[in-house]
Protein backbone atom coordinates (compact mmCIF):
# COMPACT_ATOMS: atom_id res chain seq x y z
CA UNK A 1 0.00 0.00 0.00
CA UNK A 2 3.02 2.49 0.61
CA UNK A 3 6.21 1.26 -1.20
CA UNK A 4 4.91 -1.62 -3.34
CA UNK A 5 7.14 -4.22 -1.45
CA UNK A 6 6.33 -7.98 -0.48
CA UNK A 7 4.43 -8.63 2.43
CA UNK A 8 3.55 -11.66 4.49
CA UNK A 9 1.79 -12.82 7.08
CA UNK A 10 2.60 -11.40 10.48
CA UNK A 11 0.17 -12.63 13.46
CA UNK A 12 -3.67 -12.94 13.92
CA UNK A 13 -6.33 -11.80 16.40
CA UNK A 14 -9.98 -13.34 17.10
CA UNK A 15 -12.57 -10.37 17.85
CA UNK A 16 -15.92 -10.92 19.81
CA UNK A 17 -19.39 -9.86 18.21
CA UNK A 18 -21.22 -6.47 19.30
CA UNK A 19 -25.01 -5.37 19.18
CA UNK A 20 -25.60 -5.19 14.81
CA UNK A 21 -22.13 -6.19 13.42
CA UNK A 22 -22.57 -8.18 10.21
CA UNK A 23 -20.44 -10.64 12.06
CA UNK A 24 -22.49 -12.20 14.29
CA UNK A 25 -19.65 -15.10 15.31
CA UNK A 26 -16.26 -13.72 16.48
CA UNK A 27 -14.05 -12.56 13.89
CA UNK A 28 -10.53 -13.94 13.12
CA UNK A 29 -8.65 -10.97 11.78
CA UNK A 30 -5.41 -12.02 9.88
CA UNK A 31 -2.10 -9.41 9.75
CA UNK A 32 0.40 -8.85 7.12
CA UNK A 33 3.17 -7.20 7.25
CA UNK A 34 5.82 -4.96 4.72
CA UNK A 35 9.15 -6.44 5.06
CA UNK A 36 10.55 -2.87 3.90
CA UNK A 37 9.07 -0.03 5.71
CA UNK A 38 7.19 -2.24 8.38
CA UNK A 39 3.32 -1.11 7.37
CA UNK A 40 1.12 -3.72 8.58
CA UNK A 41 -2.28 -4.00 7.55
CA UNK A 42 -5.29 -6.30 7.92
CA UNK A 43 -6.10 -8.57 4.75
CA UNK A 44 -9.01 -9.36 6.54
CA UNK A 45 -10.84 -6.73 5.75
CA UNK A 46 -9.70 -5.87 2.60
CA UNK A 47 -11.28 -8.65 1.64
CA UNK A 48 -14.80 -7.97 2.83
CA UNK A 49 -17.46 -6.59 0.67
CA UNK A 50 -17.92 -2.86 0.68
CA UNK A 51 -21.24 -3.70 2.24
CA UNK A 52 -19.71 -5.35 5.24
CA UNK A 53 -16.70 -3.07 5.98
CA UNK A 54 -19.83 -0.18 5.86
CA UNK A 55 -21.99 -2.14 8.44
CA UNK A 56 -19.37 -2.67 10.35
CA UNK A 57 -18.06 0.49 10.67
CA UNK A 58 -21.69 2.17 10.87
CA UNK A 59 -22.50 -0.35 13.46
CA UNK A 60 -18.75 -0.01 15.60
CA UNK A 61 -18.88 3.38 15.43
CA UNK A 62 -22.68 4.03 16.88
CA UNK A 63 -21.99 1.43 19.53
CA UNK A 64 -18.73 2.58 21.05
CA UNK A 65 -20.61 6.64 21.27
CA UNK A 66 -23.17 5.52 22.79
CA UNK A 67 -21.14 3.25 25.47
CA UNK A 68 -18.41 5.52 26.08
CA UNK A 69 -18.13 4.56 29.70
CA UNK A 70 -17.76 1.30 29.23
CA UNK A 71 -14.42 1.46 26.96
CA UNK A 72 -10.88 1.61 27.92
CA UNK A 73 -10.00 2.72 24.03
CA UNK A 74 -8.13 5.40 24.22
CA UNK A 75 -10.11 8.85 21.94
CA UNK A 76 -7.87 11.86 20.48
CA UNK A 77 -6.97 14.03 22.54
CA UNK A 78 -9.44 16.85 20.78
CA UNK A 79 -8.52 19.90 23.81
CA UNK A 80 -4.97 20.05 23.37
CA UNK A 81 -5.39 19.29 19.05
CA UNK A 82 -7.82 22.48 19.26
CA UNK A 83 -5.29 24.43 21.07
CA UNK A 84 -2.22 23.11 18.83
CA UNK A 85 -4.04 23.52 16.17
CA UNK A 86 -5.34 27.56 17.17
CA UNK A 87 -1.94 28.36 18.62
CA UNK A 88 -0.20 27.44 14.76
CA UNK A 89 -3.32 29.47 12.95
CA UNK A 90 -2.64 32.72 15.44
CA UNK A 91 0.69 32.94 14.49
CA UNK A 92 0.68 32.27 10.63
CA UNK A 93 1.60 28.93 10.24
CA UNK A 94 -1.30 27.03 8.89
CA UNK A 95 -4.63 28.94 7.33
CA UNK A 96 -7.72 27.82 9.28
CA UNK A 97 -10.21 29.58 7.47
CA UNK A 98 -12.35 27.27 5.17
CA UNK A 99 -10.79 24.30 6.80
CA UNK A 100 -11.82 21.24 6.13
CA UNK A 101 -12.33 18.12 8.63
CA UNK A 102 -12.37 14.63 6.74
CA UNK A 103 -13.87 11.33 8.37
CA UNK A 104 -14.72 14.11 10.96
CA UNK A 105 -17.09 11.33 12.77
CA UNK A 106 -20.26 13.30 15.01
CA UNK A 107 -18.60 16.41 14.43
CA UNK A 108 -16.47 16.36 18.28
CA UNK A 109 -13.67 18.22 17.05
CA UNK A 110 -15.77 20.60 15.11
CA UNK A 111 -17.69 22.03 18.01
CA UNK A 112 -14.55 22.30 20.22
CA UNK A 113 -12.88 24.28 17.94
CA UNK A 114 -16.08 26.67 17.49
CA UNK A 115 -17.39 26.73 21.52
CA UNK A 116 -13.74 27.52 22.71
CA UNK A 117 -11.67 28.93 19.94
CA UNK A 118 -14.29 30.38 17.84
CA UNK A 119 -12.83 28.57 14.88
CA UNK A 120 -15.17 27.56 12.45
CA UNK A 121 -14.36 24.83 10.02
CA UNK A 122 -16.14 21.90 7.49
CA UNK A 123 -16.39 18.80 8.18
CA UNK A 124 -17.33 15.37 5.67
CA UNK A 125 -17.76 11.91 6.66
CA UNK A 126 -18.69 8.93 4.58
CA UNK A 127 -20.39 6.89 7.43
CA UNK A 128 -21.71 9.40 10.35
CA UNK A 129 -23.49 11.86 10.89
CA UNK A 130 -24.56 14.46 13.50
CA UNK A 131 -27.79 16.46 12.64
CA UNK A 132 -26.99 19.64 14.78
CA UNK A 133 -27.61 22.61 12.93
CA UNK A 134 -24.37 24.22 14.40
CA UNK A 135 -22.17 22.09 12.42
CA UNK A 136 -21.04 22.79 8.51
CA UNK A 137 -21.17 19.66 6.82
CA UNK A 138 -20.22 19.47 3.14
CA UNK A 139 -20.92 17.27 0.46
CA UNK A 140 -19.25 14.20 -1.26
CA UNK A 141 -19.90 16.68 -4.15
CA UNK A 142 -19.01 19.53 -2.86
CA UNK A 143 -15.87 18.80 -1.82
CA UNK A 144 -12.48 21.12 -3.26
CA UNK A 145 -9.07 21.26 -2.60
CA UNK A 146 -8.38 23.36 0.95
CA UNK A 147 -5.40 25.06 2.52
CA UNK A 148 -6.04 22.68 5.73
CA UNK A 149 -7.57 19.58 5.52
CA UNK A 150 -7.65 17.65 9.32
CA UNK A 151 -7.92 14.12 9.41
CA UNK A 152 -8.28 12.78 12.85
CA UNK A 153 -7.82 8.77 13.62
CA UNK A 154 -8.68 7.82 9.63
CA UNK A 155 -5.70 6.69 8.86
CA UNK A 156 -5.55 3.87 11.04
CA UNK A 157 -8.96 2.75 8.99
CA UNK A 158 -8.30 2.50 5.59
CA UNK A 159 -8.39 -0.61 2.88
CA UNK A 160 -6.21 0.74 0.40
CA UNK A 161 -4.12 3.13 -1.14
CA UNK A 162 -7.04 4.98 -2.77
CA UNK A 163 -8.73 5.98 0.38
CA UNK A 164 -5.18 7.56 1.69
CA UNK A 165 -4.60 9.36 -1.56
CA UNK A 166 -8.16 10.82 -1.61
CA UNK A 167 -6.98 13.06 1.78
CA UNK A 168 -4.11 14.09 0.11
CA UNK A 169 -6.07 14.96 -3.25
CA UNK A 170 -8.16 17.57 -1.10
CA UNK A 171 -4.55 19.08 0.19
CA UNK A 172 -3.77 22.30 -1.73
CA UNK A 173 -0.60 22.29 -3.63
CA UNK A 174 0.34 24.96 -1.07
CA UNK A 175 -1.58 23.51 1.41
CA UNK A 176 -1.04 21.40 5.40
CA UNK A 177 -2.55 18.23 6.22
CA UNK A 178 -3.05 17.86 9.79
CA UNK A 179 -2.82 14.00 11.14
CA UNK A 180 -3.33 12.45 14.24
CA UNK A 181 -3.03 8.26 14.67
CA UNK A 182 -0.50 6.31 16.34
CA UNK A 183 3.17 6.50 14.22
CA UNK A 184 6.05 4.44 15.43
CA UNK A 185 9.34 3.02 14.77
CA UNK A 186 7.80 -0.48 14.31
CA UNK A 187 4.54 -2.33 14.81
CA UNK A 188 4.35 -4.65 17.94
CA UNK A 189 3.36 -8.29 16.96
CA UNK A 190 1.17 -8.51 19.95
CA UNK A 191 -2.70 -8.82 19.62
CA UNK A 192 -2.79 -7.50 22.97
CA UNK A 193 -1.40 -3.96 21.70
CA UNK A 194 -4.02 -0.96 22.62
CA UNK A 195 -4.19 0.16 19.07
CA UNK A 196 -6.02 -3.60 17.82
CA UNK A 197 -8.57 -3.05 20.63
CA UNK A 198 -11.25 -1.52 17.73
CA UNK A 199 -12.27 -4.01 14.98
CA UNK A 200 -12.31 -1.13 12.73
CA UNK A 201 -8.16 -0.73 12.94
CA UNK A 202 -6.86 -1.94 9.74
CA UNK A 203 -3.69 0.16 8.99
CA UNK A 204 -1.04 0.79 11.41
CA UNK A 205 1.81 2.69 9.77
CA UNK A 206 5.62 3.21 10.91
CA UNK A 207 8.41 6.35 10.63
CA UNK A 208 9.56 4.97 7.64
CA UNK A 209 6.13 4.25 6.07
CA UNK A 210 5.06 7.79 6.86
CA UNK A 211 8.43 9.33 5.54
CA UNK A 212 7.51 7.61 2.36
CA UNK A 213 4.20 8.62 1.60
CA UNK A 214 5.26 11.86 2.67
CA UNK A 215 7.85 12.01 0.18
CA UNK A 216 5.35 10.35 -2.55
CA UNK A 217 3.17 12.98 -1.77
CA UNK A 218 4.93 15.71 -2.14
CA UNK A 219 5.13 17.27 1.36
CA UNK A 220 9.10 19.08 2.48
CA UNK A 221 8.31 19.21 6.14
CA UNK A 222 6.61 18.78 9.77
CA UNK A 223 5.23 20.13 12.74
CA UNK A 224 4.72 16.90 15.24
CA UNK A 225 2.45 18.33 19.32
CA UNK A 226 3.28 14.92 21.23
CA UNK A 227 0.51 16.71 23.97
CA UNK A 228 -1.87 16.75 20.54
CA UNK A 229 -0.65 13.70 19.26
CA UNK A 230 -1.00 15.25 16.17
CA UNK A 231 0.87 15.62 12.89
CA UNK A 232 1.26 19.09 10.69
CA UNK A 233 2.61 18.05 7.24
CA UNK A 234 3.46 20.80 4.85
CA UNK A 235 3.48 20.53 1.01
CA UNK A 236 7.08 21.50 -0.58
CA UNK A 237 4.90 24.29 -2.22
CA UNK A 238 4.44 26.08 1.20
CA UNK A 239 5.33 29.50 1.24
CA UNK A 240 7.01 29.98 4.16
CA UNK A 241 9.22 26.45 4.72
CA UNK A 242 12.25 27.77 5.35
CA UNK A 243 10.74 29.76 8.39
CA UNK A 244 8.86 26.89 10.23
CA UNK A 245 11.27 26.11 12.19
CA UNK A 246 12.25 29.74 13.46
CA UNK A 247 8.24 30.05 14.15
CA UNK A 248 7.95 26.99 15.99
CA UNK A 249 11.14 28.22 18.18
CA UNK A 250 9.48 31.41 18.95
CA UNK A 251 6.16 29.48 19.59
CA UNK A 252 7.71 27.31 22.38
CA UNK A 253 10.08 30.03 24.22
CA UNK A 254 7.14 32.14 24.64
CA UNK A 255 5.18 28.69 26.27
CA UNK A 256 8.42 27.84 27.70
CA UNK A 257 7.67 23.95 26.89
CA UNK A 258 8.60 21.99 23.79
CA UNK A 259 4.69 22.02 22.83
CA UNK A 260 5.89 21.68 18.93
CA UNK A 261 9.00 19.75 17.36
CA UNK A 262 9.89 20.39 14.10
CA UNK A 263 11.59 18.48 11.34
CA UNK A 264 12.53 18.67 7.28
CA UNK A 265 10.80 15.24 6.14
CA UNK A 266 8.88 13.14 9.12
CA UNK A 267 9.33 14.13 12.49
CA UNK A 268 9.77 10.37 14.00
CA UNK A 269 9.00 11.51 17.51
CA UNK A 270 8.11 8.21 18.54
CA UNK A 271 11.89 6.36 17.96
CA UNK A 272 11.49 3.86 21.19
CA UNK A 273 8.24 1.89 20.22
Known amino acids: MICHSKTGYFFSKKYQTFPNSPFRDRLKVDYWKCAHCGFVYSKTHQEMTSDQWRELNSSAHHYFENHLEEQTINQP????????????????????????????????????????????INIFD??????????????????????????????????????????????????????????????????????????????????????????????????YSPQAKSWFLFKADCGQLNKLEEMVGKINREIQTKYFYYKPGFVDYWKGF
Open 77 to 120: PYAEQALALSMLGRNGIVDVNGALDYAAGYGTFSKLLSKYFNIG
Open 126 to 223: SYVRNDSETLKYVGEQDLSRYKLVINSAMFEHVLSRNDLDRVDNLVADDGVLMIHSVICERIPKDSNWFYLAPIVHTAFHTNKSMALLMEQWGYAASI
